[in-house]
Antibody, heavy 120, light 108 residues
Framework: QVHLVQSGPEVKMAGSSVKVSCTLSGGALINYPITWVRQAPGEGLEWMGGIVPMFGTVKYRQEFQGRVTISVDESTNTVYMELNSLTSKDTAVYYC?????????????WGQGTLVTVSS | SYVLTQPSSVAVAPGNPATITCGGHNIGSKSVNWYQQKPGQAPVLVMFFDSDRPSGIPERFSGSNSGNTAALTISRVEAGDEADYYCQVWDDIIDREEFGGGTKLTVL
């Protein structure tokens, strides 16, 4: 059974960067697109972008263009999401989630989430 | 961007049915997925491709999608169904995933 395990909580200063990891167990990462979704406190879900390791393609939400980088390390079955120029509005729980294939758009399973707190 | 509209809250007594709607322009032409999120937990997929249930999701959960409205129906609500529910589609115009604002299901 596939599981996604994310890195631990982070506290960052405004203007800095954060890099969150997401490690897949129970399968080879190259077979599965991975998506990143964030959730601000008390708010809904916001899609940030995703990567298809098999094709090396990456997509980002336009609002994050230039500020977010999603990358993959196939040797450790890990996907990374790095967000730069942090502000208090980036305080949120960041989730990774697997898509079954490049041609499907549902997310299952999800990682446990990583709380990123940005302080000014 | 493609806007998905959900009611902010739905309240149902145990044993009664609950329907959570997700409105969008011509959403019937898209594939809709639904997620359940309990407090402090990650979302869980409860319906995909409009009306397909993942393994482990009770048969009480069903989905539909037509015209401008998709819906997630729980036939006999239980206390354990209390959660936030989100619909999700892929916006093919600007090539990105979109989530509805979420609906809080309260079991009375």
């Amino acid at each position: 059974q596939v599981h996604l395990v994310q890195s631990g909580p982070e506290v960052k200063m405004a203007g800095s960067s954060v890099k969150v990891s997401c490690t897949l167990s129970g399968g080879a990462l190259i077979n599965y697109p991975i998506t990143w979704v964030r959730q601000a406190p008390g708010e809904g879900l916001e899609w940030m972008g995703g990567i298809v390791p098999m094709f090396g393609t990456v997509k980002y939400r336009q609002e994050f263009q230039g500020r977010v980088t999603i990358s993959v390390d196939e040797s450790t079955n890990t996907v990374y999401m790095e967000l730069n120029s942090l502000t208090s509005k980036d305080t949120a729980v960041y989730y990774c989630a697997r898509r079954a294939s490049a041609s499907t758009n549902w997310f299952d399973p999800w990682g446990q989430g990583t709380l990123v707190t940005v302080s000014s | 961007s493609y806007v998905l509209t959900q009611p902010s809250s739905v309240a149902v007594a145990p044993g009664n049915p609950a329907t959570i709607t997700c409105g969008g322009h011509n959403i019937g032409s898209k594939s809709v997925n639904w997620y359940q999120q309990k407090p402090g937990q990650a979302p869980v997929l409860v319906m995909f491709f409009d009306s397909d249930r993942p393994s482990g999701i009770p048969e009480r959960f069903s989905g539909s999608n037509s015209g401008n409205t998709a819906a997630l129906t729980i036939s006999r609500v239980e206390a354990g169904d209390e959660a936030d529910y989100y619909c999700q589609v892929w916006d093919d115009i600007i090539d990105r995933e979109e989530f509805g604002g979420g609906t809080k299901l309260t079991v009375l």
